[in-house]
Nanobody, 122 residues
Framework: QVQLVESGGGLVQDGGSLRLSCAASGRTFSRYAMGWFRQAPGKEREFVATINWTGGSTSYADSVKGRFTISRDNAKNTVYLQMNSLKPEDAAVYLC???????????????WGKGTLVTVSS
């Protein structure tokens, strides 16, 4: 069992930056691919970014590529999402994920966090 707790959300102006963190419980953090999804009000949950077990491979949604960076620290059982050049359309609840497979699909996620809210003012 893995528990995921996100932090770092908040209100930021258009063009600003935030760094989200996700702390994972358990000793097997390094065995999981980690990721971020987001869900805006009235919209479907969508993939944002994922990172493999070692941190050597990453993948991003086209909408955030070049602006967001995912990273992990296996010694701290933590995954991060650095978000730069934020836009109003990035506003959403951001959910941390863990999965045995390195995948962009929600169906491959084994564990979900409860989310942290990001609001972007225009």
């Amino acid at each position: 069992q893995v528990q995921l707790v996100e932090s770092g959300g908040g209100l930021v102006q258009d063009g600003g930056s935030l760094r989200l963190s996700c702390a994972a419980s358990g000793r097997t953090f390094s065995r999981y691919a980690m990721g971020w999804f987001r869900q805006a009000p009235g919209k479907e949950r969508e993939f944002v970014a994922t990172i493999n077990w070692t941190g050597g491979s990453t993948s991003y949604a086209d909408s955030v590529k070049g602006r967001f960076t995912i990273s992990r620290d296996n010694a701290k059982n933590t995954v991060y999402l650095q978000m730069n050049s934020l836009k109003p359309e990035d506003a959403a609840v951001y959910l941390c994920t863990a999965g045995s497979s390195w995948s962009r699909r929600a169906s491959d996620v084994d564990y979900w966090g409860k989310g942290t809210l990001v609001t972007v003012s225009s």
